[in-house]
């Protein structure tokens, strides 16, 4: 079947560290992937996406490089903010599919 | 532009007792979908609507009724609420089906007693 996985967390980093979060994917055909983001008291909300293999998304100093080869879409930041700290998901779908496939979330914390 | 709202945001209820969460769209999506999340679990569908008059289930629809009679709202109804449905409540729409970026409303937190 179709799954998403991530690292577990929390992520706890300093502020102008280097993240990534990794994620991989198992899919019978060509998904789009997606990054959401979870502030904290609010919905998700889309961070960044890729439709078909080596398409890079980027968004607010994030990137995900969407790796057929490896069914990765591992998310990144050069720097990352206290503003930064959420939860993080992945996610696919598929064109004639019938909902997102989560994964199961990636809590960062980033501190001053 | 209010994209999806969802009320109430908080809700505690006595086991037995039924509810109605509500959830709007201004965008004229056609797909709309419940979402529930829970700790460890990330987020799992409840059900789903691809347009005015037609919904079907998620992987986890039991305990939990759609209908969807316009395209902009898209109720959620407990028939009869149970503790293990404590949970954070999410609806989200799309223009497409789940290839299309998703919106989501800011959530129902729901306790059962």
């Known amino acids: 079947g179709n799954s998403v996985t991530q690292m577990e967390g929390p992520v706890t980093l300093s502020e102008e560290a280097f993240l990534t979060i990794n994620c991989t994917y198992t899919?019978?055909?060509?998904?789009?992937l997606f990054w959401y983001v979870q502030y904290p008291g609010e919905g998700l909300q889309l961070l960044l996406k890729?439709?078909?293999?080596?398409d890079k998304g980027s968004n607010k100093g994030f990137e995900a490089t969407y790796r057929k080869e490896t069914t990765s879409f591992h998310l990144e930041k050069g720097s990352v903010q206290v503003s930064d700290s959420a939860v993080y998901f992945c996610?696919?779908?598929?064109?004639?599919?019938?909902?997102?496939?989560f994964g199961k979330g990636t809590t960062l914390s980033v501190s001053s | 532009n209010a994209g999806v709202t969802q009320t109430p945001k908080f809700q505690v209820l006595k086991t037995g007792q039924s509810m109605t969460l509500q959830c709007a769209q201004d965008?004229?999506?056609?797909?709309m979908s419940w979402y529930r999340q829970d700790p460890g679990m990330g987020l799992r569908l409840i059900h789903y609507?691809?347009?005015?008059?037609?919904?079907d289930q998620g992987e986890v629809p039991n305990g939990y009724n759609v209908s969807r009679s316009t395209t902009e709202d898209f109720p959620l109804r407990l028939l009869s609420a149970a503790p293990s449905q404590t949970s954070v409540y999410f609806c989200?729409?799309?223009?497409?089906?789940?290839?299309?970026?998703?919106?989501f409303g800011d959530g129902t937190r729901l306790s059962i007693l």
């Open positions: 989200a729409s799309s223009l497409g089906v789940s290839d299309q970026p998703q919106h």
């Open positions: 899919a019978t055909g060509y998904p789009s």
């Open positions: 890729a439709t078909k293999a080596d």
């Open positions: 996610a696919l779908g598929f064109r004639a599919g019938t909902a997102l496939i």
């Open positions: 965008m004229n999506h056609e797909y």
């Open positions: 609507s691809v347009g005015a008059g037609i919904t």
